[in-house]
C-alpha cells in the first residue's frame, strides 16, 4: 500500500490496485500498522513483550465476579485474565512469559490441544479458576507472541495519523489498549464528522483536535495493579 499527500487531500493506493480519495488518511490497522510506516519510514518496529498469548470462551464454570469487572491473575508462572459475559460465559486470556521471540510459525506449529496441556502446567499451583477455564473450554485460540510500541516519536503528518495499536499499543496485561482505541476514537471523529460545520482540512492538527498533545482528554479509565503471587488481582473494584 502507498499513499500520496497531493495537497486536496490523500491518495491512497492498494496492493489489488484500487485506490481511494480523503481528506484524512486515519491509520487505525493494529500493531503492525501499515500506515505508521508510511507517516514516517524510520518508525520503530513493535517490541517484543517477551509474552505469548492465546485465550477462549468457557461455558459451565461458575466464576466469582460480576459482568464487566475484569479479573487479572499475576500468577507464579504466568498471568491470567478473564471476564464473565452477562449470558454466564467466561472470556479468558493467558500471557505466557517466553524469553526470545518465536520464529515464524513456530507457535502456530504446536496444537491447541498441546498449549492447553502447558497452561495446565503453569496455572496447576494458582489460586483462581484457570484450571477449571482452560479445561471447560473446547477450543484453545492461536498462540501470537505479544509486541508493543512504548514510544512512537511521529505518529501524524498534515494528513495521516495512526490511532489505537497502530500509534501506542501496551501489553494486554495493562487492560488498556482497546480503552485508548476508543479515546483516540473520539476526537478524531469530533474532528471531521458531518454534523458539524466541517473545518477545512488544511491539517491535520486543525481536523483532529486529539493530533495536538495538548488538546488530548484526559484518560477515561485506569488500571490499578496489586502485587499478588498465587492469586490476585487488579483492574477490577472487588480487589481495590
Ligand atoms: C489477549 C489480549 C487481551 C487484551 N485485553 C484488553 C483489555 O482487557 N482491555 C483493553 O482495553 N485492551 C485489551 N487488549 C488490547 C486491545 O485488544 C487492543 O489494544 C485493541 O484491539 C487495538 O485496537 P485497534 O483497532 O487499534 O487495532 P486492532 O484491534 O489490531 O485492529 C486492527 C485491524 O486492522 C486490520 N488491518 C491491519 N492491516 C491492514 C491492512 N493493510 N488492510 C486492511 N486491514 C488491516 C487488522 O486485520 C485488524 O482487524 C488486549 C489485547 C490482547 C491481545
Not at 62 to 91: C, H, N
Request: proline content about 10%.
Amino acid at each position: 500500500m502507498a499513499a500520496h499527500d497531493t495537497g486536496a487531500g490523500v491518495r491512497a493506493e492498494f496492493d489489488d490496485g484500487s485506490e481511494a480519495f480523503g481528506d484524512l488518511l486515519i491509520g487505525c490497522d493494529g500493531v503492525h500498522s501499515t500506515v505508521r510506516r508510511l507517516i514516517d519510514p524510520t518508525a520503530p518496529a513493535p517490541s517484543y513483550a517477551g509474552l505469548i498469548n492465546t485465550g477462549g470462551y468457557a461455558s459451565g464454570v461458575s466464576v466469582d465476579t460480576e459482568p464487566g469487572s475484569y479479573e487479572m491473575i499475576f500468577g507464579k508462572r504466568a498471568f491470567f485474565g478473564y471476564l464473565k459475559a452477562d449470558d454466564g460465559q467466561v472470556w479468558w486470556f493467558s500471557n505466557v512469559p517466553r524469553r526470545d521471540e518465536p520464529a515464524r510459525g513456530e507457535l502456530a506449529a504446536v496444537s491447541g490441544e498441546e498449549w492447553r496441556r502447558r497452561m495446565l502446567e503453569l496455572y496447576a499451583e494458582d489460586a483462581g479458576p484457570a484450571v477449571s477455564l482452560i479445561e471447560a473450554t473446547p477450543e484453545i485460540m492461536p498462540m501470537t507472541a505479544i509486541h508493543s510500541i512504548p514510544h512512537l516519536p511521529r505518529w501524524h503528518n498534515d494528513r495521516m495519523i495512526v490511532v489505537g495499536d497502530a500509534a501506542h499499543a501496551p501489553s494486554p496485561s495493562s487492560g488498556q489498549g482497546a480503552s485508548l482505541s476508543i479515546e483516540d476514537g473520539v476526537p478524531s471523529a469530533c474532528g471531521t464528522c458531518p454534523p458539524r460545520k466541517r473545518r477545512s482540512p488544511s491539517s491535520l492538527p486543525n481536523a483532529v483536535p486529539g493530533s495536538s498533545a495538548s488538546s488530548r482528554p484526559p484518560p477515561a479509565s485506569t488500571t490499578t495493579r496489586r502485587p499478588a503471587r498465587s492469586a490476585g488481582c487488579s483492574a477490577t473494584p472487588s480487589c481495590r
